[in-house]
C-alpha cells in the first residue's frame, strides 16, 4: 500500500518562502503523475499543481508565478516551493499520486 508523508510545513509571514515535501513509497513511483491539494478552513479540498511522470507542470492559477513543483524519482520524493506568500494560501498541504494521500502538512502565513 502507497504512503506518502508530507512536512515542510509551518507558520510563514506574508511575502515569506516555504518548502514542502512529499516522500512517497512504492518502487513504481517514477511512472506516475503526483499532485499537491490544499484545504483552507470551511473550504473544500482545491488543487494546487501537479507534475507528470514525464516532468511536465500544471498550476492554479491562484498561485502560478509563486509555486513550484518539482520531483525526484531516484528518492521517490515531490516537493512544493511557495515563494511570496500570501494570507489566503493558509490551508492544510496534501500531497496526492500514487491511489493515495498523505496525512497533510500545516501551512500558516500571518503576521
Known amino acids: 500500500q502507497v504512503q506518502l508523508v508530507e512536512s515542510g510545513g509551518g507558520l510563514v509571514q506574508p511575502g515569506g518562502s516555504l518548502r514542502l515535501s512529499c516522500a512517497a513509497s512504492?518502487?513504481?513511483?517514477?511512472?506516475?503523475?503526483m499532485n499537491w491539494y490544499r484545504q483552507a478552513p470551511g473550504n473544500q479540498r482545491e488543487w494546487v499543481a501537479s507534475?507528470?511522470?514525464?516532468?511536465?507542470?500544471n498550476y492554479a492559477g491562484s498561485v502560478k508565478g509563486r509555486f513550484t513543483i518539482s520531483r525526484d524519482n531516484a528518492k521517490k520524493m515531490v516537493y512544493l516551493q511557495m515563494n511570496n506568500l500570501k494570507p489566503e494560501d493558509t490551508a492544510v498541504y496534501y500531497c496526492?499520486?500514487?491511489?493515495?494521500w498523505g496525512q497533510g502538512t500545516q501551512v500558516t502565513v500571518s503576521s
Open positions: 512504492g518502487s513504481i513511483f517514477r511512472l506516475y503523475d
Open positions: 496526492n499520486g500514487l491511489g493515495g
Open positions: 507534475i507528470a511522470s514525464s516532468g511536465g507542470t
